[in-house]
């Protein structure tokens, strides 16, 4: 699904937009929110990296 769909057809803001693709932080809320509009598991969006192995 394209960010303009998001957007336009469900009403994502474009400052959440903005923040995923920063890799800026988002909350669980917004993180079921896209689980929900995606039909997706929070494993499907979400990988983990421990800052310390960067």
């Known amino acids: 699904m394209s960010p ?3 957007v ?3 009403g994502v803001s474009s400052s959440l937009i ?3 693709r920063h890799d800026r932080p988002i909350t669980t809320v917004t993180l079921n929110d ?3 509009l ?3 598991k929070v ?3 979400l ?3 421990d800052d ?3």
């Open 34 to 36: 896209l689980c929900r």
């Open 18 to 20: 903005d923040r995923l």
């Open 8 to 10: 336009s057809r469900y």
């Open 38 to 40: 995606l039909h997706c």
């Open 43 to 45: 494993s499907d969006v």
């Open 47 to 49: 990988c983990y990296i």
């Open 52 to 54: 310390e192995e960067q």
């Open 4 to 6: 303009y769909t998001l």
